[in-house]
């Protein structure tokens, strides 16, 4: 049993997946803080921040401990969490007809061991359809997905091409942490 500590019903999803017994119960971290002129920086500056509130929260002592942080990038760009319907139209077509990169990084800590990752996963994205993108947006998926993506749901129709593992791209490389366990 490990403490996952994320709010993500997605990252919940891939452990349940995977057969690892968790709970569920974290401490929030202020992501808005962070400077960073790479996304790997970005999303491990992110994570070690997470970890460092949950880890005070909680401990090691009952459960092993799981964060993660997720980034995407394209053309360059940090592609963080959409604020808003505009923003998110933004970010998407940023990705239309480009590579994009998702950057997963996650700490597992227990009284063991302590595993730091950083994954990525790249995606050759087609062109988006101008009304399917209008729909995504009015359906509100977008939100709390970092770069308004979600490669499981509106982005799969559009994928070329893909290289890494889809559980890096959703939140979690589930595969990297079920060889350690």
């Known amino acids: 049993m490990i403490r996952l500590a994320s709010s993500s019903y997605t990252r919940a999803m891939l452990l349940k997946k995977a057969g690892i017994e968790f709970l569920q119960e ?14 790997k920086n970005f999303v491990y500056q992110a994570t070690l921040g997470k970890y460092e509130v949950n880890i005070e929260a909680f401990g090691i002592e009952d459960y092993p401990i799981l ?15 959409a604020n808003s319907l505009e923003s998110a139209r933004e970010i998407l077509m940023t990705q239309s007809g ?14 063991h061991k302590k595993i730091i990752d950083i994954s990525q996963t790249d995606y050759l994205f087609d062109e988006f ?28 129709s559009y ?3 893909v290289r890494g593992y889809e ?5 979690l490389n589930t595969e990297l942490l079920k060889a350690f366990l």
Do not use: Q
């Open 159 to 161: 994928i070329k091409e």
């Open 26 to 39: 974290s401490k929030e971290f202020d992501e808005d803080s962070i400077l960073a002129s790479s996304p």
């Open 167 to 171: 559980s890096t791209a959703m939140g």
């Open 67 to 81: 964060v993660a942080d997720t980034v995407v990038t394209a053309n360059n760009k940090i592609l963080r969490k």
């Open 98 to 111: 480009s590579i994009t990169s998702i950057v997963t990084c996650m700490i597992y800590h227990s009284k």
């Open 129 to 156: 359809d101008k009304d399917d993108l209008e729909k995504y947006l009015r359906n509100g998926e977008w939100r709390g997905k970092a770069g308004a993506c979600m490669v499981e749901g509106f982005c799969k």
